[in-house]
């Protein structure tokens, strides 16, 4: 029988600048009663990689540029927050009031550049937001390498956030970092049934993995950060999230 | 512990115009050894829903316009196929070599409005192309209808497809018609941990579903066109698709 089992991993609590991901995951996995075994995926929401990378920005820290303070006015936003989303971004594609579309550096389309205030502490020092991981795909290697370490097993990791997408209403889970997982499955030259080339050619294995975990992260719950998926159909081949993304040159929707 | 379990249904084999696909689905239930219970979600791939529907045309029977034959210039496909295309769009958002995106008649914003000419039996007539159902979420509806009067049980249904992403490589499965699930939860007002109300507040959660089914039913092997879910969170609620889609006045990448 085929299936794609995905497991919600909970008792993982507020994760803290320093913390070893891979340590916490064994951790949660072992409290929950699962095993890891080689062919797994653990999908990790981003908010917590972000957390343990202490990926984290004061806003009183933060001094507004006249770019930023100027495209607070647009967007309505803090001066200081849309400073931090320039700094995280290569170009702004679309700036209206609460909306601000960006390329991030990573290559990512995405709003407001991923850094997001809400689920954070309020510290002491006030007002903090919280930054994507300087290198997910480095990221997610480590927690890889660390599961193996720790528990002997090739499981693959994807580290997932939630995006808003052109034309549909909704955000939906997609992968911003990945190892031991590819993130394209590509059918080209895959006969259909009848001997003709398929004309759709790859797929978005790793967004979709990435969409299912979602389902079993929730929004305002943050008390599930990780996911067990077991019966990945294509795990244990390397990727990178820049599979993902459409270079500039193809891109129609810019 | 909170799980979401998804099962290729296989052993449907090939569907004919006029097919009852409840009774399909029930049968491969039964021969996968599943049952049907409330709360589960049958996600259906739209290819044999088109199939059961008879949505298939012939080429040799479509007569292309002149607008038809002069974008197929530009998109390089057959000008019969283009007039399909052109059949089931409201308008063309793009038009290149090999890429003709579109806005659906049903308001998908999808490439060559999901006119699909692989895994079609070629037929004694010569060369034909599957449309898009009718009515997906009346599809899903009778569907859903016909489960529940033929296995007592209340459950959700998903037609899914693979769409193309603006900005992302690859396709990823996506609902173009739901029954008994909602496209859309909303989140609005959930404060977060610390009491602040959340940026991100509708979660897109039929395209999650969706994405994940697709991974079990592949693309070039048409052996898996149906998966059960089991543990989708958000079972039982009532949605339509049009829910997924972003109106014109919002949406800022046409």
């Known amino acids: 029988m085929r299936q794609l ?3 919600a991993l909970t008792g993982i609590g507020e994760v803290r600048r320093g913390a070893d991901l891979a340590r916490l995951l064994a951790g949660a996995l072992a409290a929950n009663g699962l095993t890891l075994e080689t062919g797994d995926v653990l999908v990790v929401a981003q908010k917590i990689v972000s957390k343990a990378e202490g990926r984290r920005a004061l806003l009183a820290e933060v001094e507004p540029s006249a770019h930023a303070v100027e495209l607070a006015r647009i967007v309505l936003k803090d001066p200081r927050l849309v400073e931090l989303i320039l700094r995280e971004s290569r170009e702004v594609l679309r700036a209206k ?3 601000l579309i960006v390329e991030h550096r990573l290559g ?3 709003a407001s550049a991923g850094v997001d205030q809400s ?3 309020l510290s002491e020092d006030g007002r903090a937001a919280l930054l994507l991981p300087e290198d997910p795909d480095a990221s997610a290697r480590r927690i890889r390498d660390g599961l193996q370490a720790l528990l002997g097993a090739a499981a693959g990791v994807v580290i997932n956030d939630s995006f808003g997408r052109a034309w549909r209403n909704g955000v939906s889970g997609i992968a911003i970092g990945i190892a031991g997982v590819p993130g394209l499955i590509d059918l080209r030259g895959s006969p259909d ?3 003709r080339p398929l004309e759709v050619t790859q797929v978005a294995a790793a967004d979709e993995l990435a969409a299912a975990a979602s ?4 929004q305002a719950d943050e008390s599930v950060p990780a996911v067990l998926a077991r019966g990945f159909p294509y795990a244990g081949r390397e990727g990178s999230v820049q599979e993902l993304l459409r270079s500039r040159a193809e891109d129609l929707f810019r």
Chains 1, 2 share one sequence.
């Open 193 to 195: 049934r009848e001997g």
């Open 108 to 110: 990512f389309v995405m």
């Open 5 to 7: 089992i995905l497991t």
């Open 215 to 218: 389902l079993l992260m929730g």
């Open 97 to 99: 009031p609460n909306v």
């Open 119 to 121: 689920n954070l502490p």
